[in-house]
T-cell receptor, first 115, second 113 residues
Framework: DSGVTQTPKHLITATGQRVTLRCSPR?????VYWYQQSLDQGLQFLIQ???????AKGNILERFSAQQFPDLHSELNLSSLELGDSALYFC??????????????FGPGTRLTVL | LAKTTQPISMDSYEGQEVNITCSHN???????ITWYQQFPSQGPRFIIQ???TKVTNEVASLFIPADRKSSTLSLPRVSLSDTAVYYC??????????????FGTGTRLKVLA
C-alpha cells in the first residue's frame, strides 16, 4: 500500500458525460501527479500540482482539467467524454515539487469505461 | 521530447539474473532515473532510483553510464512473483522549457519455473 488513495475504483459512464476522479496523496506529500494508461498509449503524464499550483503539464486534453485543494487532495475532471477516454487513471504523490530526486508513489488507479 | 524505449518483452527462468534496459535520449540534465514494477490493474510500484554509475538496494541494481542516455535495471535471482511489467521514468525539460515526465514503453517480464 503506497498510501495514495483514489476514488472511485471503477467508473462507467456514457459518451458526452462529465466525471470527477479524486486523489488523496500520502501524508506529508505536497505534489500530486495524474497519469493516463491505455493499451495503445502506455502511461502518459497529464499534469502535476505542487502545493496547490500547477507545476508541470503533459499531454492533457483541453476537455480535461485538474486542481489541488488546500488540504492537498486533487481532482481530475474529464468532460465531453469520448470512447477513447476509456483508460486507467493513476494519481501519484511526492514529497516536494518533483524533478530530480523526488520519488513518485502511485495510487491503485481509477478504471474509467466510456460506453 | 524524450523517447524512452524498452524491449517489449523478456522471458527468464527462476533464479536467473534479468537485465532490462531503457534508452532515454533526451533526459533532463539534473534528473534521476526511476524504475517501477506494475502488476495487472495495479499502480506502478517504486523499485529503484539513480542519477549515475550504480545504485543497489535490497531488490535491484541500477546501472547508468556516464552519458546517461540509457539505464539498466538488474533483478538478481528472479522468482515467479517477479512476473510483471517494468517501466523506467525520466524527466524531460523539453525544448521550450516545459517539463514533462516520460514513462518508458514498458517491458513485460515473464518468469518461468
Amino acid at each position: 500500500d503506497s498510501g495514495v488513495t483514489q476514488t472511485p475504483k471503477h467508473l462507467i459512464t456514457a459518451t458526452g458525460q462529465r466525471v470527477t476522479l479524486r486523489c488523496s496523496p500520502r501524508s506529508g506529500d505536497l505534489s500530486v501527479y495524474w497519469y493516463q494508461q491505455s493499451l495503445d498509449q502506455g502511461l502518459q503524464f497529464l499534469i502535476q500540482y505542487y502545493n496547490g499550483e500547477e507545476r508541470a503539464k503533459g499531454n492533457i486534453l483541453e476537455r480535461f482539467s485538474a486542481q489541488q485543494f488546500p488540504d492537498l487532495h486533487s481532482e481530475l475532471n474529464l468532460s465531453s467524454l469520448e470512447l477513447g477516454d476509456s483508460a486507467l487513471y493513476f494519481c501519484a504523490s511526492s514529497l516536494a515539487g518533483g524533478r530530480y530526486t523526488d520519488t513518485q508513489y502511485f495510487g491503485p488507479g481509477t478504471r474509467l469505461t466510456v460506453l | 521530447l524524450a523517447k524512452t524505449t524498452q524491449p517489449i518483452s523478456m522471458d527468464s527462468y527462476e533464479g536467473q539474473e534479468v537485465n532490462i534496459t531503457c534508452s532515454h535520449n533526451n533526459i533532463a540534465t539534473n534528473d534521476y532515473i526511476t524504475w517501477y514494477q506494475q502488476f495487472p490493474s495495479q499502480g506502478p510500484r517504486f523499485i529503484i532510483q539513480g542519477y549515475k554509475t550504480k545504485v543497489t538496494n535490497e531488490v535491484a541494481s541500477l546501472f547508468i553510464p556516464a552519458d546517461r542516455k540509457s539505464s539498466t535495471l538488474s533483478l538478481p535471482r528472479v522468482s515467479l512473483s517477479d512476473t510483471a511489467v517494468y517501466y523506467c521514468l525520466v524527466g524531460d525539460s523539453g525544448g521550450s522549457g516545459t517539463y514533462k515526465y516520460i514513462f518508458g514503453t514498458g517491458t513485460r517480464l515473464k518468469v518461468l519455473a
